[in-house]
């Protein structure tokens, strides 16, 4: 029981339904078995601040992945800080003035201040598909250019894939919190992710958190498949 206690402690369930009443079945069923429940983008869309009483009496790792000019993130940043989610996303390709004012509007929340995350290169991109935008040099050389910008602007951490966790260690060494989602237990449908790896060799590779989505929320037991994925990480 300790061990997957502690395994829990560092997975995080990701929620992300237009249904209120689903959430909160989700929430609640998974909740007991993660550190943190993911709120996304399509559920909070769906839904706005009520989403977050879904989860109430779990910490909130609300992923926005805000991206705008400064001022507005900073505005959104401040209009969010009264949910006290326990992490919040934004996108480290804003810059670093956009993270900067990020970090400067959390502060207002004092000890109660959510961690703020920055994403470097979604899980969902390959090198062919960054190319496409104009990225050369692969997924790893952007992370690392990326993760080096926004951690000196204030983030706290960085949002990364697996393949990109080794050597963001080598460089920033132990303190960054290294959120990684594109988690796939062993022979699960590896669906819209091109950047995947098992809870094991996430949790070995030096990862903080591990965000887990559809393999628990489509599961025909959530609760089950939450707890057994974080006996594997105990």
């Known amino acids: 029981m300790g061990a997957a ?46 989403l977050l009483d879904a989860a109430a009496g779990h910490d909130v790792f609300l992923d926005l992945k805000l991206h705008d000019i400064p001022n507005t993130v900073a505005g959104a940043v401040r209009a969010l800080l009264p949910l006290r989610p326990a992490m919040l996303t934004v996108h480290a390709a804003g810059g670093s003035a956009m993270i900067a004012a990020a970090r400067e509007a959390a502060e207002a929340a004092g000890a109660a201040r959510p961690v703020l995350l920055a994403v470097t290169v979604l899980t969902s991109l390959s090198a062919g598909a960054l190319a496409e935008t104009g990225v050369a040099g692969g997924p790893r050389q952007q992370v690392l250019r990326l993760a080096k910008l926004a951690l000196a602007a204030g983030a706290d951490g ?13 460089a920033f060494g132990a303190d960054p919190v290294l959120v990684v989602p594109g988690i796939r237990p062993a022979g699960a449908d590896h669906g819209d992710q091109a950047r995947v790896a098992t809870p094991e060799a996430a949790i070995a ?19 089950a498949a939450a707890a057994s994925i974080a006996a594997s990480i105990g």
């Open 158 to 170: 960085l949002v990364c894939s697996a393949n990109e966790i080794s050597v963001l260690r080598d």
């Open 5 to 50: 206690r502690h395994g829990a402690r560092r997975l995080i369930a990701a929620i992300d339904t237009p249904s209120l009443d689903e959430a909160r079945r989700l929430a609640g069923a998974v909740g007991p078995h993660c550190g943190l429940v993911k709120l996304g983008l399509e559920a909070f869309c769906a839904n706005g601040p009520a």
């Open 205 to 223: 590779a030096g990862a903080s958190y591990i965000v887990v989505g559809r393999p628990i929320t489509t599961a025909a037991d959530p609760a």
